[in-house]
């Protein structure tokens, strides 16, 4: 059985860091591009950041710059770097790993609330 279970989330002020964690069992983590997600009321689910088997990443234009993608193999972690929060960076921040072996498969976690206000 697959799972991704997100932590870190929080109510932070305007200017602070968060860090998100994405812990995954269940699947062969090294195979998967790992992602993460947001939604805000009201508004569509949005990519935040992303990062392949070998590394490369790629960010929303609104987070360039203030957001940081990283993975662990070795510990089946994928984690979010969160600084400069801004009260629009307020959402449910969603873990999603999609890949693998001889097919292709798709999983999300259950999400994790940020607050950014003061």
């Known amino acids: 059985q697959v799972q991704l279970v997100e932590s870190g989330g929080g109510l932070v002020r305007p200017g602070g860091t968060l860090r998100l964690s994405c812990t995954t069992s269940g699947l062969i983590f090294s195979l998967y591009t790992m992602a993460w997600y947001r939604q805000a009321p009201g508004k569509q689910r949005e990519l935040v950041a992303r990062?392949?088997?070998?590394?490369?990443?790629n960010y929303a234009d609104s987070v360039k710059s203030r957001f940081t993608i990283s993975r662990d193999n070795a510990k089946n972690t994928v984690y979010l770097q969160m600084d400069s929060l801004k009260p629009e960076d307020t959402a449910v921040y969603y873990c999603n790993a999609a890949g693998g072996g001889l097919g292709f498969s798709v999983y999300w976690g259950q999400g994790t609330q940020v607050t950014v206000s003061s």
């Open positions: 990062i392949t088997s070998g590394g490369t990443t």
